[in-house]
């Protein structure tokens, strides 16, 4: 269950840099590489001669060339020419509309007249000096939704990340859950508090004393389909928490993008953009390295329930306050998809 | 097809001493764990939150703890607390009837309400400071009822264990099986011939002389759901096999725990209770190394065997007079899930 | 869809040396071994008294003997003995007819009845002085019609084998398509060329300067059910090419047998049989070992070929000039296989 008439985070420009891209999104196969005019394409993995995937092919002057009889596809889905050969009449395959943009190549894999570049959103954090950005890619095995469910519910790191990012104040700190719209925010401060093992590493790389006391905060924003962008940070405590001046506070935000590849599989894209030493490549791989190994922790839980819910699918999961942002989120993915579903009325 | 309302052997106190043991018994997905009373304790792992497996999360104080939202379960499938929630409503998941007997955890995955620990079976070697036990778990991918058949017919061993229990007299001697109750006894006496390797190493281990001849016995008793005993042993020739005095014999008995996790796969627990040097760990260590190897021949046989019975399902197995006692054994075992499946009538 | 009354190649003498072989033709499981006459029998892998798979088993005396329990098979699928049974009324296995010929292990997987040893296909390489032969087995995961569409379209060549043996030239150069009967020949012949690196490789070693223009042809013969030889060479330039007199020129056949091991998966008997320094094994080894290298570039595209046409099953593929000889194969078996399913007339 996943709209497919919006924009999804497909790749990065490296993932398809060196030679064609293949790769599932919303259980289309699709190939990605750039063009000849040097802009991201996407077109189903199958070339129309003998059904084998362009994605074995290379790219050869911004065209795409299928690697078993040198068939040359356009980037709108058609043949451009293959040697020996008219091309005219080949069939055509699909094209999906794709963009570039906040570092990530962004595909639309539903109805192509309906995408629209002014969909897609913007973020602080992207182009800006004073950020800077480093994160990877998992692949794993749940449907998509559990993963916004997990990040709309962050007293999950008590337990999933105890040794970096969790405490017990996660726990004990109530949360407000709000919509705005189709957004649905998330907000937890935590006053006062001593600050756990991955953000006094923050503090000590951003020049801080890491064992003052301090505020932490949690805001996690839910936009469809599947973003959620987290702000996260530690101020000294007394300075205005979030609203602290800069130089009392380390601050960043977590940037996840959920991608589906079939119902039961999803592509994870994670990072951190932070907005202390943004000049610091150094510093952007440790936070990097670390922060990949806490997403991991995730991992083996997502798919584990994922298995348990396939293994009991007529039971009913509770629906906590602290789960309220997941709940908002699928009923909002929920509207998407319907509305695709129903009739297109011409007036 | 597997009786439900009745024990089985689910895991040893070592398999759950260090964290909650996941396992599938009889189809259904268990968590194992030391309860704050300090007893096994066996629950669906399932956690009623959100589904997470609670095989992930940790025992604190006794308690099972979720590991990924923190929820607290009670031994009796009832949350006890969860951070910041009121749990009273909270749905109950099912607890397994579970008991700590020689040496294993023992799960009830039928009907609670009919579980009975005088049902246990009773066991000689069991907490006897003349028998020292050793042993292992494999799992394979077979009807339990297979190995069955393979433990109640050990004219296998000549085939599948030629280089260290078989021998070409065990073929060659014709065994009695009768029924007794629901046991089943097969046995086989040969007599005035050469030890085979395996016997000849335990008859030098336990000071006797290997080259002499001997009279070998195997005494196997199957008993409902699927335990099978072997009493197994040499004596010096002559001096009344089974009945032999200590002193003339090399005895033990081969304990074989078969449990179904699935229609198609099971877990076996195998080991060797014997009935000399006791006290010497060293020796059943070694005892289990040769044991573990020579079990492990009957596993790619039984599983492709599994795999062949699957390609060809309306072919009939022949059964032969060594064939008797698995032939008993699937009948009582039938007999058995008729009656769970027979309607219960309320006078 | 493969017709099963016909010769396909099973395996090498050597694949059952040592002992009896376990092998899938066409959906039906055999056990290969080399009986009491020193001939090649096969029969179903299945021990009629518990169905146990006979090719874990044994061959003593040249009678199988099963691994499980010692029921010795006779080479026509009928119990000879087993220890301590009478065995005249064991039901019987099916026996398939089996030849051994050119080096390799055929077996008729259909109506043993039709089975006649006139249909095997002759060589003019096999058993010849003037000729050597090298080769290898490969499993792939495709239908075995993909593999025979491959070699009956050398165009991929240029795209596939880019570094050994593909050259623009073969996609310039038309071929000629036509049908000798249940045969499809297909040919192409580029002239004053310069040699590919694996033909200056083979001129080098025939004691041939591989730097002077050639004339190079390619000739593929299909014949049923699965046949594929290919007659390649290089000739200097102006001496006739594949007419050429053999001092002028270094010339082979790529031997293709192509056996469906279900519908979706194959064994890919591949090889060279050379017409140049038949007596030097070394050179053999070496020709193996780089056509090794460049079949097994075919298999990630046929694999990734056959996943794509199992996910677009509606989808039609074209059928080009270049995929005639693919085409036609493709009817012949076709027919052969509705000729299998006609009812048959008795007179």
């Not at 000849?36 to 290379?58: V, W």
């Not at 060339?65 to 020419?81: A, I, K, N, W």
């Not at 004073?130 to 994160?135: D, F, L, R």
């Not at 407000?176 to 907000?187: F, S």
Request: hydrophobic share 35%; glycine share 10%.
């Amino acid at each position: 269950m996943f709209p497919k008439n919006t924009w999804y985070v497909a790749c990065t420009p490296d993932d398809m840099a060196d030679k064609p891209l293949g790769r599932q999104i919303c259980g289309e196969r699709m190939v990605f590489y750039r063009n000849a005019d040097g802009q991201a394409s996407a077109l189903e993995d199958f070339c129309p001669h003998r059904g084998a995937p362009l994605s074995l092919g290379r790219v050869c002057k911004g065209q795409l060339v299928c690697g078993y009889h040198g068939l040359e596809m356009g980037c709108d889905g058609r043949t451009r020419s293959m040697p020996g050969q008219k091309v005219e009449r080949f069939a055509a395959i699909r094209a999906y509309p794709t963009v570039e943009r906040h570092g990530f190549i962004w595909v639309w894999p539903g109805d192509a007249a309906q995408a629209d570049v002014a969909l897609l959103p913007e973020f602080e954090w992207s182009g800006s000096p004073e950020w800077a950005y480093g994160g990877g890619l998992y692949h794993i095995a749940c449907d998509y939704r559990l993963m916004i469910d997990n990040l709309m519910d962050l007293t999950h790191e008590t337990y999933v990340h105890a040794t970096s990012i969790g405490q017990p104040e996660i726990d004990e700190t109530p949360c407000e859950t709000r919509r705005d719209g189709d957004q649905v925010i998330l907000e937890r401060h935590m006053e006062g508090i001593g600050a756990p093992p991955f953000w006094q590493m923050a503090m000590r790389m951003n020049g801080m004393d890491p064992t003052q006391k301090v505020d932490r905060w949690q805001i996690c924003r839910f936009s469809p389909p599947s973003h959620v962008m987290i702000d996260v940070g530690v101020a000294v405590a007394g300075h205005g928490g979030f609203d602290a001046p800069l130089e009392f506070k380390t601050s960043a935000t977590v940037v996840d993008f959920i991608t589906p590849e079939t119902e039961q599989t999803m592509w994870y894209f994670w990072g951190l953009a932070r907005r202390f030493k943004p000049a610091d490549p150094e510093l952007t791989g440790q936070i990097r390295e670390g922060q990949g190994r806490i997403f991991s922790e995730d991992r083996e839980m997502l798919e584990r329930q994922q298995r348990n819910l396939q293994t009991w699918p007529q039971r009913r999961l509770m629906t906590l306050n602290i789960d309220a942002g997941g709940a908002h989120a699928r009923r909002i993915i929920q509207r998407m998809v319907a509305a695709e579903q129903a009739p297109v009325l011409v007036s």
